[in-house]
């Protein structure tokens, strides 16, 4: 069995690159940077489903990931969440959060409608992920 | 410098055990069998504050957590979060959730006030975590 990537994940995202775990996506949401990580093995749905050594792994992606979020202007707290609750495949939001941001003291997730980005915005922040 | 526990979280939880890394405390909040791990170092923020030796200890502790709350009757999905929007230390949400629960599909964070404990299900669930 081979990895895919859940529908709804690939319609809400931007394809940013292969870690060597994960798959790195940019949630299409102008209000957030906001990256998704999904560990590109099949069948994965909490994160005990990893074994030990993949479990590090992915917590040195988290913390990779956060640190091409907080190098943004006005990032000033990192948001780490693995939820599930719609879409079943293991994945992992690392969001970063800015003051006056839209969800305010409360988490990202439900929280209205995303905003897509305009290209440019975009290629910023894609040309800034791959590159770390 | 010592650990200290946020008064807020104080406040918030019950006291359940210590494990080498985490204190492991149990959210006052019936409605979700619901455990915060915090790394018992002083003046953590995010997870990259911890070396990476603690954090794939970290990694560890909610899997151990998460294995707690999947052994109770109906949790039939976890949720994990590091959000820190309110108490700035660094603490890990590890949350069964249940079919019909108060926050559905949504995230459990924000969600409506919490509704205490009575003494008999707070002692169950904390034998529970205790025997592990």
């Known amino acids: 069995m081979n990895f895919e990537?859940?529908?709804?994940?690939?319609?809400?995202?931007?394809f940013?690159?292969?870690?060597?775990l994960?798959?790195?996506?940019?949630?299409?949401?102008?209000?957030?940077?906001?990256?998704v990580l999904v560990p590109r093995?099949?069948?994965?749905?909490?994160?005990?489903?990893?074994?030990?050594?993949?479990?590090?792994?992915?917590m040195e992606d988290i913390v990779r990931a956060g640190e091409c979020l907080r190098s943004l202007p006005g990032v000033?707290?990192?948001n780490v969440g693995a939820l599930g609750n719609v879409v079943r495949q293991l994945h992992v939001h690392v969001v970063g959060?800015?003051?006056?941001?839209?969800a305010g003291a409360g988490p990202v997730w439900g929280h209205g409608p995303a905003v897509?980005?305009?290209?440019?915005?975009?290629?910023?922040?894609?040309?800034?992920?791959r590159a770390r």
Chains 1, 2 share one sequence.
């Open 5 to 14: 990537l859940d529908p709804r994940l690939q319609a809400d995202t931007v």
């Open 116 to 129: 897509p980005y305009d290209p440019a915005g975009r290629e910023h922040l894609l040309g800034l992920v």
């Open 97 to 102: 959060r800015r003051a006056g941001d839209p």
């Open 22 to 35: 994960c798959r790195v996506l940019l949630m299409n949401d102008a209000r957030y940077p906001w990256l």
């Open 16 to 20: 940013v690159t292969d870690w060597p």
């Open 76 to 78: 000033v707290k990192l």
């Open 41 to 58: 093995r099949p069948g994965l749905i909490e994160i005990a489903d990893l074994p030990a050594s993949d479990r590090a792994a992915l």
